[in-house]
């Protein structure tokens, strides 16, 4: 089994800064593609940013030169930076993993429980 614990989120000031992480941990062979997923209330889940396993990462558009997302592949860990906030970046966060079991050795999406992130004066 695998399980995906984040943390980081709260309640932050407009232009303040705030760092998400998502660890992984169980019957874990390998990690590929890591990704930072929001929603906010009454709108659809977006994508914010992703990393692959060699570290090339992409953005949203709405997000691009605010936020960073990088990885330890040793922890199993992905981080998600995310500065100068503003009050349209609150919204629920979620991690998205796709992980090879060390068990079966196929790969699965695994998604962590999500953290709020509020952008407020």
């Known amino acids: 089994q695998v399980q995906l614990v984040e943390s980081g989120g709260g309640l932050v000031q407009p232009g303040g800064s705030l760092r998400l992480s998502c660890a992984a941990s169980?019957?874990?062979?390998?990690?590929?593609?890591m990704a930072w997923y929001r929603q906010a209330p009454g709108k659809q889940r977006e994508l914010v940013a992703t990393?692959?396993?060699?570290?090339?990462?992409n953005y949203a558009d709405s997000v691009k030169g605010r936020f960073t997302i990088s990885r330890d592949s040793a922890k199993n860990t992905v981080y998600l930076q995310m500065n100068s906030l503003r009050p349209e970046d609150t919204a629920v966060y979620s991690c998205?993993?796709?992980?090879?079991?060390?068990?079966?050795?196929?790969?699965?999406?695994?998604w962590g429980q999500g953290t709020q992130v509020t952008v407020s004066s």
């Open positions: 169980g019957t874990i062979f390998r990690i590929d593609d």
């Open positions: 998205n993993l796709l992980i090879v079991s060390s068990v079966s050795f196929v790969n699965s999406n695994y």
């Open positions: 990393i692959t396993s060699g570290g090339t990462a």
